[in-house]
């Protein structure tokens, strides 16, 4: 990869490369857009098939925190990191405490936590080197988990999207697909049987499905089929690029919305999707919850507040269904325009000196 032509395309500021020998770390960190604030996005560990898979991985994610901050009215930029490596089978204290001591470089510029291949006790390793860590377990000052907050956002964007096709936001009666039933995708889960939806769901994780369809009696299906289920509502809340040149003409969904990153695989896919009849609820607004969570810990974290941003995402995405079928657009289109007015408004605004500018 042409790395400063990639950075240059997506508006990227920094790109970190940590290696760390005796621990083995090897960590990307990108850093996409501290216009409204320093940097937050968490941490994802992965076994990359390449160096140049987690870069693309790293930078567009990066790229999507900025949007998502943006959107959601937060005072922060972009960023993330992604450490190449096993999950299963290469965590160590060293390796967190490595990375922390890089993240303490950044001095605040940069604050991580847990993602996909993460928890929060990792962090606490880290803890130990920098302060500039979130989604930390609550004994260590932290907010927890943000899987259920998350799914809360999602559950939000979901009822948007059936008021907007159906005039009422109620999931009773109809059927809910489930791509991944992980931290969010659990969560998700439980809130849709609750409401009285027909849930059909799918892991890589035979124990983990084993588990969820004897506690909350869903219907499991095949992890790579599911994409394609006849259903109201397709919720992807695995990886990304799930809508691509190969699925996108066999989803029988009439709404996408969930909680993975950058779910299109690039965003023509939003106009494929308008093509198709398809409401798509752009992944990052959907999927806000654990950004406003985490966000607010930096800020003396209050539930109320949190549940009251995320209760916001409902209205934002009602309205950005609204726009795009009033403007022709696709939601995805209407999105980037509410990030680059709120990108811009904060440029405006600070023209204004105040003793405090830098
Ligand atoms: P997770 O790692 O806990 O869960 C992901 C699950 O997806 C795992 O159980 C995994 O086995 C499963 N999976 C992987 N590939 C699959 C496939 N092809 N088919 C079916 N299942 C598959 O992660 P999570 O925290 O639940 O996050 C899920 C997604 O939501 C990720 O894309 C993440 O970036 C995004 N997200 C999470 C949060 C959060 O607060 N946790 C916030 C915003 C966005």
Do not use: E, S
């Given at each position: 990869m042409e790395i400063f032509k990639e950075m240059e395309k997506r508006g990227h500021e920094q790109v970190i490369f940590n290696f760390d020998k005796a621990s083995g770390l090897k960590a990307i960190i990108a850093i996409h857009d501290t216009t409204l604030g320093p940097a937050l996005g968490g941490c994802r560990m992965l076994p990359y098939a390449s160096e140049d898979a987690a870069l693309d991985d790293v930078l567009r994610l990066s790229e999507g925190m900025t949007y998502k901050a943006a959107v959601a009215g937060l005072d922060f930029g972009g960023g993330k990191t992604v450490i190449i490596g096993d999950p299963a089978t290469e965590k160590t204290e060293a390796l967190f405490r490595a990375l922390g001591r890089f993240i303490e470089t950044l001095k605040g510029r940069y604050s991580t936590g847990e993602d996909v291949g993460t928890t929060g006790d990792d962090f606490v390793y880290s803890l130990r080197e920098t302060q500039h860590l979130v989604g930390l377990p609550k004994a260590y000052g932290g907010a927890g988990d943000t899987g259920d907050i998350t799914a809360e956002g999602v559950m939000n964007a979901i009822h948007a999207a059936l008021t907007y096709r159906f005039e009422s936001p109620s999931l009773e009666g109809r059927t809910i697909a489930i791509q991944g039933l992980g931290k969010v995708g659990y969560h998700l889960a439980k809130r849709a049987v609750t409401e009285g939806a027909h849930v059909i769901a799918a892991d890589i994780n035979p124990q983990l499905v084993g588990k969820v369809v004897s506690e909350l009696g869903i219907e499991p299906a095949d992890p790579w089929g599911i994409v394609e289920t006849s259903c109201d509502v397709l919720s992807?809340?695995?990886?990304?690029?799930?809508?691509n040149e190969e699925t996108i003409e066999r989803l029988q969904c009439k709404i996408v919305a969930g909680s993975a990153n950058n779910q299109l695989k690039d965003r023509s896919f939003g106009d494929r999707l308008k093509e198709r009849g398809i409401t798509y609820a752009p992944d990052f607004i959907a999927n806000a919850g654990g950004l406003i969570q985490v966000a607010d810990e930096l800020h003396d974290y209050r539930v109320e507040r949190v549940r009251h941003q995320v209760d916001n995402i409902y209205d934002l995405m009602l309205a950005i269904f609204q726009e795009a079928e009033r403007d022709n657009l696709s939601t995805v289109t209407v999105a980037m325009k509410t990030v680059e007015e709120r990108l811009s408004l904060y440029h405006a605004i600070h023209r204004i000196y105040t003793r405090s500018s830098s």
């Open positions: 992807p809340c695995a990886l990304g690029n799930v809508i």
